[in-house]
């Protein structure tokens, strides 16, 4: 479904990013692991089109090269950034309200599967706590009708509830056929949604597992 191949990326002349690739199929969930500062973040950008890259970048087969990130959301690519992107002048329930892209999850989907943000609909969505500005994010994702969501540490700062309730929502997707890039540190966490793993070093991707000692040591856990 999404498919990278040879992907680097710099700020300016530092290299973060050498020949990275990946590949994520549908209803699949593969966890992208690595230290502070590995290029995480820099390779998920690259992916929405937030941050030049250059190497193949593909959907469903269709080459996104050269395509804008509203085009490549309009594909089917959904961003779930780790700083949370709450819309600052709309409400929960207008930031959930706005049309979906492609045919999503609909709003009494999504509001039964987050009742916090049902409870909180009428607040602005900069005023939401950390955790719910997350669920927010993920939440409008699904409403926008993405199929494959690019996740980076969406767990970061729960509580552990709302952490269970994220794996239950990303386990609900996955059955749907939505496929997940998951940015994730807590291995236990991506233990119990991931497929696949790989670890990002050195500018390069390589597929894992988290019973590989190499991986534990290099992140230190
Ligand atoms: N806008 C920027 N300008 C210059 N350097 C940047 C910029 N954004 C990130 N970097 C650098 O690029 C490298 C990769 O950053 P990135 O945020 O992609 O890593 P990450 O693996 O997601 O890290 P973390 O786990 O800490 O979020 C880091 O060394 C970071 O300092």
Same mark, same amino acid.
């Given at each position: 479904m999404l !498919?990278? *191949? *040879? &992907?680097?990326?710099s700020y300016g002349e530092a290299k973060v990013l050498t020949s990275a690739g990946l590949s994520v199929a549908q209803g699949e969930v593969a966890t992208l692991c690595g230290r502070n500062g590995a290029g995480k973040t %820099?390779? &998920?950008?690259?992916? $929405?089109?937030? !941050? /030049? @890259?250059? #190497?193949?970048?593909?959907l469903n087969g269709t080459? &996104?090269? @050269?395509?804008? /990130?509203f085009e490549r959301a309009r594909l089917g690519l959904g961003w779930v950034p780790d700083d949370r992107g709450a819309y600052a002048t709309l409400t929960v329930a207008e930031s959930l309200a706005l049309p979906p892209m492609r045919s999503g999850w609909s709003l009494e989907q999504i509001y039964e599967a987050f009742p916090n943000l049902y409870a909180r609909r009428g607040s $602005?969505? %900069?005023? &939401?706590? @950390?955790? *719910?500005?997350? $669920?927010l994010a993920l939440a409008r994702a699904l409403r926008m009708g993405s199929r494959v969501l690019l996740c980076d540490e969406p767990t970061e700062g729960l509580s552990p509830l709302l952490v269970q309730r994220? #794996? *239950?929502i990303l386990r609900q997707a996955k059955q749907q056929g939505i496929a997940v890039l998951l940015v994730e540190q807590n291995l236990h966490f991506a233990a119990e949604v991931a497929d696949s793993y790989y670890l990002l070093a050195s500018g390069r991707v390589q597929q894992t597992s988290p019973a590989d000692k190499d991986l534990l040591t290099y992140l230190g856990v």
């Open positions: !498919h990278i *191949e *040879e &992907l680097s990326a %820099t390779l &998920l950008r690259c992916v $929405m089109g937030l !941050h /030049p @890259g250059s #190497g193949k970048v593909s080459d &996104l090269r @050269g395509r804008k /990130p $602005m969505s %900069t005023k &939401l706590s @950390g955790g *719910e500005q997350q $669920m994220v #794996g *239950e």
